[in-house]
Each structure stands twice: as C-alpha cells, then as structure tokens.
C-alpha cells in the first residue's frame, strides 16, 4: 500500500467513526507512523509503506477511532507555533487559549508574571519565550502536571527564568506580579455529561471542572489577585463563552478595574481582563 492509498482508507475509516476533522487526523497520523513531519507528507505519498509504518498507523487508527485525541496519541501539541508535550497528567491545550496569550503580549512586558494552575507550562513557557527579558512563576496542584512543564520549559530554553511551585492557587505563593495569568477550570458540574468523549475521558477532571458552578477558580483569583497584583498590575484568565458577564462581575466586585471582557475568533466571549487600580499619589 502506498502512503496515498493509506490516507484514503484512513481517512475513510474515521469518517464512519464519526471523527470530525478526519482528514486532517489522518494525516497527522500518518505522517507519525511514517516518520515524517507532517508539511512532508505530501511529497512521500507516492512511497510504499513498510510493515512497521502500517503496524503503527493501525494502533493509532484503533486509537483515534476511540475517540482518543490526536495530541495524546502523538505525545505532543502545536501552540502559538512551539510545539508541547501533553500526557495523560495534563489539559490538552487548546487553540482558544493562544486568545490569552494575544491579550497578555499586547500589554506591557512585565518583569515579573505567574500562571496559576500551569498545566502543560504552555501559557508560562510561551509568554517567557516571547518576552525574554521578563521572569515568571508557574504553579499546579498536580507534581505529575509540573513535571510536564519543566520538560516543556527545557525544551523552550527558558526553565532558567521559570520556577514551578505546587500550590493551590494562591496558598503557597509569595510576592507581587506585574500579570497573572489563567486557564482555570471553568466546567460546571451539570455540564461535563454533555462533553465530547475526547476532552471528559481524557483531560484530567480537575483541569476541567470545580464540581460547582463552574465560577469557584474565578473566585480565588479576584480575592488573591489585591495582594500578588502589583499597582496597575493585570489579571488575564480564560473563560467558558458564556461566563464573561459573570467573571467581569466577579472581579469588579474585588476591586479591580478596566474589566473587559475579549472575544476568541469565532466572536464569542473568551478572556477577560482586569487591573489593579494604581494607588493615589
């Protein structure tokens, strides 16, 4: 079989799973399996595949029609172009969360940031990448979850300016930042039944969902944010499409100002924004 005639049958094969984007999953799979880097592929499609390619084109296949991600199967995900190792420990980041890190680079470089609730380190990791000169802490409730981000920190040269604390939230931090950063749990309980199977029985349920209401993590940050926010400092967290009047409302009740709530690609309510007031001369 040739590595055209193999995408064809991929690709058909995911189809009658009911996988959305199945061409684009075949393909990635089988470039995988043949050992190349995907913007490749195309000029190998001619080749014939060896009997180890198609074994492993087959275990991924199974796999994907299961309804396990890509990124897991791969091992890794593409985010605002680096790519990122994504284990079973962690949140597999998603494209709307690079609407967070487009909202935190239009502002000014802080010298001093924290993301709370790091996961894979992709937000921390990608805003040290981007602004060099600036410092950052990156904090998880899960050791295993750390661990994923040290391995992306060195992977993207900035684990030198990177420390990772294992706190919930705000309970094991100390000091000032010029930006906090989040992408908290924002699952509500009564929603994760109607999850795809690809995010529910496979992200870890507490990158997901607080078991409330969806709004608790919000909480946390508005009443942390007054004493690890330094005057004129921000506050930048990513929401479900229908929180923002709810998390906008949060915050300006502690005491933060310029709310504002930033829609993703697709206009629909994805990060919200705040400051602490600067103090009065």
């Known amino acids: 079989m040739t590595g055209a005639e193999a995408l064809r049958a991929a690709t058909h094969r995911l189809e009658a799973a009911g996988i959305e984007g199945a061409a684009g999953d075949a393909r990635a799979l089988l470039a995988e399996a043949m050992g190349l880097a995907r913007d490749r592929l195309t000029l190998h499609l001619g080749e014939k595949m060896g009997a180890d390619a198609a074994a492993r084109l087959e275990t991924m296949l199974a796999r994907r029609a299961a309804r396990e991600p890509v990124a897991r199967i791969l091992g890794r995900r593409l985010f605002w172009g680096r790519e990122f190792a994504v284990t079973p420990a962690v949140l597999d980041p998603r494209p709307e969360t690079e609407c967070l890190i487009a909202a935190a680079l239009e502002g000014p470089r802080p010298a001093r940031l924290?993301?709370?609730?790091?996961?894979t380190g992709c937000i921390a990791v990608t805003l040290l990448a981007e602004w060099p000169g600036a410092r950052a802490v990156a904090s998880d409730l899960s050791a295993a979850a750390l661990a994923v981000a040290r391995q992306n920190a060195d992977r993207h040269g900035v684990a030198d300016r990177l420390a990772l604390v294992e706190s919930d939230w705000f309970a094991g931090i100390d000091?000032?930042?010029?930006?906090?950063?989040?992408?908290?749990?924002?699952?509500?309980?009564?929603?994760?039944?109607?999850?795809?199977?690809?995010?529910?029985?496979?992200?870890?349920?507490?990158?997901?969902?607080?078991?409330?209401?969806?709004?608790?993590?919000?909480?946390?940050?508005?009443?942390?944010?007054?004493?690890?926010?330094?005057?004129?400092?921000?506050?930048?967290?990513?929401?479900?499409?229908?929180?923002?009047?709810?998390?906008?409302?949060?915050?300006?009740?502690?005491?933060?100002?310029?709310?504002?709530?930033?829609?993703?690609?697709?206009?629909?309510?994805?990060?919200?924004?705040?400051?602490?007031?600067?103090?009065?001369?």
């Open 114 to 119: 924290i993301d709370l609730g790091t996961g």
């Open 175 to 281: 000091g000032r930042f010029d930006l906090i950063v989040s992408n908290p749990p924002y699952i509500a309980e009564a929603e994760m039944a109607a999850l795809a199977p690809e995010v529910r029985g496979h992200d870890p349920r507490m990158a997901l969902c607080d078991g409330g209401d969806g709004l608790s993590a919000y909480r946390a940050l508005a009443r942390g944010a007054g004493a690890h926010l330094v005057p004129g400092g921000r506050l930048l967290v990513e929401i479900g499409w229908q929180q923002g009047a709810a998390v906008a409302g949060i915050f300006a009740a502690a005491g933060l100002g310029a709310v504002r709530i930033l829609p993703d690609l697709d206009g629909r309510a994805r990060v919200v924004c705040a400051q602490m007031p600067r103090s009065t001369p």
